[in-house]
């Protein structure tokens, strides 16, 4: 089986109020467990907020760090799930529902290379 990135594209700002994100976190829970019983699941990660990020540079015989996310934008990863699916039709299909619970745009890449356990 072939692994995919699915990764959760979440606008900059604020997080959003209990009422909404107390149902987008069952929501993704509910998907955790589908992709689990489905044996599509290898793992999954939330992100803190862009701006708690640090950028590593290759510069001349050392490393150059930079606070920040590494592009300026409105939007960033947010979290991500790594899946095994047998094509990227199926992936699409789990990236569908994924949109559907989390409400943000969700992009699906399939994994060039994977070392796992």
């Not at 689990?36 to 999954?44: I, K, L, M």
Request: no cysteine.
């Amino acid at each position: 089986m072939a692994h995919y990135l699915l990764s959760i594209y979440q606008p900059d700002g604020g997080v959003p109020s209990a009422e909404i994100l107390d149902k987008v976190m069952t929501d993704i829970a509910e998907l955790n467990q589908e992709l689990r019983r489905a044996g599509a699941w290898v793992f999954t990660a939330g992100l803190h907020q862009a701006d708690t990020s640090t950028v590593v540079r290759n510069g001349d015989n050392e490393a150059l760090l930079t606070d920040g996310p590494f592009t300026e934008g409105k939007e960033h990863v947010g979290g991500l799930w790594i899946i095994q699916a047998p094509d990227l039709d199926a992936a699409l299909d789990w990236g569908r529902k994924a949109a559907a619970a989390t409400t943000l745009p969700i992009e699906v890449r399939p994994v060039a290379y994977y070392e796992g356990t």
